[in-house]
């Protein structure tokens, strides 16, 4: 696992936080105020996502028109037959030798079909997941790291079930959910130079052009359009009840899940664990991880227009609460680590808690919660939060959250 570099004024005391206003997810540009849940979706809503794709992830493009999707394998007896696992690849020319990625899916052998889904990305390759040798190992770059099995920058065998603590797929199955993942790096290399050889590169070259513009999309908007390309698949599968998948992440896919939740309103849930800085905490507060960090350590996840606000994020357009509350109506869950100050759980919470205006609209209930809970004492309905002790992590203390809101939220 690795962090981002934290710069020598990084501050972890609230006195130190500063005073700060947050925007009105409800104050249109045109001065007036949203009252009711139509006026939000066919006003307000694409005036924030607008603001979000110019000034923090960048514009993405569509569909593309040609992709298809090929079955790799299948085991029906995946698990000691618990599960049925399959593998598919995704092209998104309609080319075998064009850009793509792999997907990992299993689908729980003992419950009635269709299942609903929860869907994520993983960071060293689909293989991590799991022990099962009966994926198939990425040969895609990957970060070299000793520890996951990552060697010369390519996975080996020593890095099956390395993530497996992250992804309690047993666990998730026999709660009556399918498990689908795809690995980030298929989509695009996860350094600085990545680009030139995931999707961004490819897109840019098609257009003739050699650098991005200020708001084109950085890495975190081609992890999430590849997370909307993977819906696209589930919503072909006849195992997979695509009405009710839930979209989740870890750290920077944390923030990745946000963002595709927010584009993509086809996932009915989206979920963030300790996404933090970029994500879920606010950008306005200064406390652990601040954009000017972001932008240091991390320049090609986010748009080329991002980095004016380093040196003073109150300029923004926008904060953490308006990404959350651009799940609305639908649900959407936070969750924060005691020990992750880096990520700024305060800052997370307080998002989440000003997202409920426009929640509120449909007559949706967020957090019953005026101030953070304590710690392991999960709060909220449509909006659900919690602070986990320990460190930056995603747990099967998490997962259990995850998997009871979800049975809330799917009337399971």
């Known amino acids: 696992m690795w962090v981002g570099i934290t710069a020598a004024a990084t501050n972890y005391d609230e006195e130190n936080v500063g005073t700060y206003t947050l925007p009105n997810p409800l104050a249109k540009t045109d001065g007036g105020i949203v009252t009711s849940a139509k006026e939000w979706m066919e ?24 992709m298809r999707f090929k079955i790799r394998n299948t085991d029906a007896k995946a698990l000691e037959g618990l599960a049925t696992r399959k593998e598919i690849t995704v092209l998104f020319t309609g080319k075998e030798d064009g850009p793509g ?21 993983n960071f060293y390759g689909n293989q991590t997941i799991s022990g099962d040798p009966g994926i198939t190992i990425s040969k895609r770059w990957a970060r070299a790291s000793k520890e996951m099995g990552i060697e010369n920058d390519r ?11 992250r992804w309690p797929v047993e666990m998730i199955l026999k709660r009556g959910y399918a498990v689908v993942t795809v690995y980030y790096g298929d989509l695009e290399p996860d350094h600085n130079e990545g680009w030139k050889d995931g999707i961004r590169g490819y897109y840019l070259r098609q257009q003739g052009k050699a650098e991005f513009a200020p708001d084109d999309w950085g890495a975190i908007a081609a992890w999430a359009w590849g997370l909307s390309r993977a819906m696209d698949y589930l919503a072909t599968d006849s195992d997979i009840d695509a009405k009710h998948v839930a979209v989740h992440g870890h750290s920077r896919l944390g923030k990745t899940a946000l963002w595709a939740g927010a584009i993509d309103d086809r996932f009915s849930i989206v979920i963030s664990n300790d996404s933090g800085e970029g994500g879920a905490a606010i950008a306005r507060r200064n406390f652990g991880e601040t954009v000017a960090d972001l932008n240091r350590a991390f ?12 040196a003073d994020p109150a300029k923004l357009p926008i904060d953490a609460h308006e990404l959350i509350a651009l799940a609305a109506p639908r649900f959407v869950y936070v969750a924060s680590a005691t020990e992750d100050r880096w990520a700024d759980p305060k800052g997370e919470f307080l998002a989440a808690k000003n997202a409920e205006p426009v929640f509120a609209l449909f007559g949706k209930e967020g957090l019953h919660a005026d101030s953070m809970p304590e710690a392991d004492r999960p709060v909220g309905k449509s909006i659900g939060y919690h602070l986990r002790t320990g460190k930056h992590d995603i747990t099967a203390y998490d997962w259990e959250q995850y998997l009871n809101f979800a049975d809330r939220a799917f009337g399971r």
């Open 155 to 165: 996975a080996t065998e020593s890095s099956r079930g390395k993530h497996a603590s």
């Open 43 to 66: 006003q307000r809503r694409p005036e924030i996502l607008q603001l979000f794709e110019r000034h923090v992830y960048g514009r993405a493009p569509d569909r593309p028109q040609e």
């Open 299 to 310: 320049p090609h996840w986010f748009c080329g227009a991002y980095k004016q606000y380093s």
């Open 101 to 121: 990625m792999d997907l990992l899916v299993y689908i729980p052998n003992e419950k009635t079909k269709p299942v609903p889904a929860f869907l994520g990305m």
